[in-house]
């Protein structure tokens, strides 16, 4: 193994001397001296990502530091190593959630409505742009939800709507008070593209069960990144939406949570109440449809009344 992360080691460092230059798998793997083929499977299972991924992440993280330091957009976009401006444009979207030009302004430009209510959980804020919802968080103090706004969009023209935000509202209360299972809200949200495979599978997660961090690792198709995935939970800007309440620790401990390990437990508590309610009311059902003149059966467990394994990416 650790001649295996050297290789991966210096196939980053070829990766980052020049962000400008896209190298191919054929001239990576020529640097470190392996085959395509085993640099492709050993850069995935080690880095989490592939090396075509990576160069992207780093040419995004670039363009974010330049755009942030003033950089007119561009010359930001070609010290990034995009090449031109209508490949960043094509991408821009996936890494940086708006036009490069409001990012540099710090979502100027932008309107972000806003509104908080109070949830059994305590308070929970929720913001969207047009597009959809960028943040959904709970907290303690509803003032101190909407600082946290103020502060990432700080530029942006933000609105404190309850009504504009009303029907997000709906969706998350009924949720969280067992009368709805799923939550349909469209998402306008950044990742990197690991991040994006996590989520991904964490909305996989069927209502009612848990992965631990390990699952989610295999079912990315990076196995040893757990703790990479335990980032992508942590850094996860929509609760509910994105389930990462559902991941806990490989002994079943709830691990960690960003809004508080009590409001995990009390999600996991509701899911479970309700699954075990679907499956109680799918017995019944089943067993009422019955011709009342067959003998009876045992009816199936709530345990063997669960949707298999999230497909794996």
Same mark, same amino acid.
């Not at 085993?38 to 880095?47: E, G, I, P, S, T």
């Not at 330091?69 to 821009?92: H, I, K, L, N």
């Not at 709906?170 to 809200?185: K, M, P």
């Not at 469209?186 to 990742?191: G, Q, S, Y």
């Given at each position: ?16 001397? %020049? *962000? ?7 001239? +990576?793997?020529?640097?470190? &001296? ?30 974010? %530091? ?8 561009? =010359? ?43 949830? *059994? ?6 913001? !969207?742009? #047009? ?13 101190? +939800?909407? %600082? ?28 969280? &008070? ?12 950044? #990742? ?9 599978? +964490? ?11 390990? %699952? ?7 196995? =040893?990144?757990?703790?990479?995935? !335990? ?8 609760? +509910?939406?994105?389930?990462? &309440? ?6 079943? #401990? ?55 394994? *999230?497909?794996?990416?």
């Amino acid at each position: 193994m650790p001649r295996e992360i050297e290789i991966v080691k210096r196939a980053c460092a070829a990766l980052d001397a %020049d *962000p400008q230059q896209r190298l191919t798998l054929a001239q +990576l793997s020529d640097a470190v &001296h392996v085959s395509p083929f085993h640099l492709q499977r050993l850069f995935k299972r080690v880095v989490g990502v592939s090396p075509r991924q990576y160069q992207a992440a780093r040419r995004g993280a670039s363009l974010r %530091d330049a755009l942030q330091r003033g950089a007119d957009v561009t =010359r930001a976009t070609v010290d990034a190593g995009f090449g031109s401006p209508s490949r960043m444009y094509e991408s821009a979207s996936a890494e940086l959630g708006m036009a490069p030009s409001a990012y540099r302004k710090k979502g100027a430009g932008l309107t972000v409505y806003y509104a908080s209510a109070p949830t *059994p959980l305590g308070q929970v804020l929720v913001a !969207a742009t #047009a597009k959809g919802l960028c943040k959904i968080a709970f907290g303690d103090d509803a003032a101190v +939800l909407a %600082d946290e706004v103020r502060a990432e969009f700080a530029n942006a023209d933000l609105r404190d709507d309850d009504r504009y935000i009303a029907p997000f509202l709906a969706q998350i209360d009924a949720y969280l &008070h067992g009368t709805r299972q799923h939550v349909e809200l469209p998402l306008d949200i950044a #990742a990197t593209a690991f991040k994006q495979r996590v989520w991904d599978a +964490l909305q996989r997660i069927p209502y009612g069960e848990t992965r631990s961090y390990s %699952d989610i690792a295999e079912a990315v198709g990076s196995p =040893r990144a757990v703790r990479a995935v !335990a980032s992508a939970c942590a850094t996860n800007p929509v609760a +509910l939406a994105i389930p990462c &309440h559902r991941v806990v620790g490989k002994s079943g #401990a709830l691990a960690g949570y960003r809004w508080g390990l009590g409001r995990k437990a009390a999600l996991l508590a509701v899911e479970a109440q309700g699954a075990s309610h679907e499956a109680g009311n799918a017995t019944a059902n089943t067993s009422a449809a019955r011709p009342t003149t067959t003998s009876t059966t045992t009816a199936p467990s709530a345990a063997r009344i669960k949707t298999g394994e *999230p497909t794996p990416t």
